[in-house]
């Protein structure tokens, strides 16, 4: 029992460990308050509760798998698609905050769909539950693609300069 509440532990903090570059970015989005946003934007107070869910969702959903066949077989596998894709998510937050360039994070994000469907489904043969707990945060980054694409969409040519500024 000890032993798996570590695991469960365990694997909520990796997967709250994608969210490091967030923290790390954040000061640098200064920029995010200034740009043109869709009406439809969520307040910014919404963000951080929302990935704290995900992230503990994830951790749960990853314990599950583990539970069931540890790092072997079909378990095993699925782990490693899922720990590869929290270094993707961790991505988005350096191109879309750190280096403001929403063009590069909206391609971006669709690499981390893929992973996330990939990891559902891979969840999913396992055990249901835990690819089910997946499923809010493949709605949550579908948002995210599509108000990521909108963002750069309303503000292209103040952010190509902003990124020009940027990097000299």
Do not use: C
């Not at 961790?90 to 996330?116: H, K, N, Q």
């Not at 300069?161 to 940027?166: I, M």
């Amino acid at each position: 029992m000890t032993t798996s509440l570590l695991a469960l532990a365990g694997f909520i903090a990796v997967s709250w460990s994608a969210s490091i570059a967030g923290i790390v970015v954040r000061p640098g989005a200064w920029y995010y308050e200034g740009i043109r946003k869709p009406t439809w934007n969520p307040p910014s107070w919404v963000f951080g509760p929302t990935w704290s869910l995900l992230y503990t969702l994830m951790g749960i959903a990853a314990w599950l798998v583990w539970r069931e066949g540890g790092w072997s077989g079909a378990s095993g596998l699925a782990l490693v698609v899922f720990l590869v894709h929290l270094p993707v998510n961790t991505v988005w937050s350096v191109l879309f905050f750190g280096m403001r360039r929403p063009d590069w994070a909206g391609v971006e994000v669709v690499l981390l769909w893929s992973f996330i469907v990939a990891s559902i489904l891979l969840f999913w043969q396992v055990r249901p539950l835990a690819g089910a707990l997946l499923i809010p945060y493949l709605l949550w980054v579908s948002f995210a693609a599509f108000l990521n694409f909108t963002i750069w969409r309303l503000n292209r040519g103040e952010l190509a300069a902003l990124a020009r500024t940027w990097s000299n």
